[in-house]
Nanobody, 133 residues
Framework: QLQLVESGGDSVPAGGSLRLSCAASADIRHTYTSGTHCLAWFRQAPGEEREGIAAIYTGASGTSNVWYTNSVRGRFTISQDNNKNTAFLQMDNLKPEDTGMYFC??????????????????WGQGTQVAVFS
C-alpha cells in the first residue's frame, strides 16, 4: 500500500555522508497524467515541526528545477533517476543538527509551496538519520 518508501538512513559521525533513496510505486507515478511530479524531502527532529529541505521537479525536457532550504544548500543534493522511479538525497558534511527523521513526499508541482508540509498528501514512512559529534 505504500506509495513512497525511503531508505538509507543511518548513524554517522559529523562530517560524514549519507545517500537517501525514495522509491515511488507505479500507483503514484501513474497519478500524474504528465508523468512528472514534485518530489520533496522533509525532516523532523524531536519536538520540532516538519521542515522542507529539498525538492525537485523534472520536466519532459529532462531539465530539473531544484529547491533547497538555506541550512543545507551546498551540502545536500537532490536528484532523480532517469525514469523518475527513485529520488535521492546526497548529504555531505553532515552536522549534528541534521539529525532527525527524513521523509519524502509528493505533490503535482513544487512552486512557492514546495516546503509546506501541509500541502503534501503522499508520504513515505521515514528513515532515521543520526549525526553524532
Amino acid at each position: 500500500q505504500l506509495q513512497l518508501v525511503e531508505s538509507g538512513g543511518d548513524s554517522v559521525p559529523a562530517g560524514g555522508s549519507l545517500r537517501l533513496s525514495c522509491a515511488a510505486s507505479a500507483d503514484i507515478r501513474h497519478t500524474y497524467t504528465s508523468g512528472t511530479h514534485c518530489l520533496a524531502w522533509f525532516r523532523q527532529a524531536p519536538g520540532e515541526e516538519r521542515e522542507g529541505i529539498a525538492a525537485i521537479y523534472t520536466g519532459a525536457s529532462g531539465t530539473s528545477n531544484v529547491w533547497y532550504t538555506n541550512s543545507v544548500r551546498g551540502r545536500f543534493t537532490i536528484s532523480q533517476d532517469n525514469n523518475k522511479n527513485t529520488a535521492f538525497l546526497q548529504m555531505d558534511n553532515l552536522k549534528p543538527e541534521d539529525t532527525g527523521m527524513y521523509f519524502c513526499a509528493s505533490k503535482s508541482l513544487c512552486g512557492l509551496t514546495w516546503a509546506d508540509y501541509t500541502r503534501y498528501k503522499t508520504w513515505g514512512q521515514g528513515t532515521q538519520v543520526a549525526v553524532f559529534s
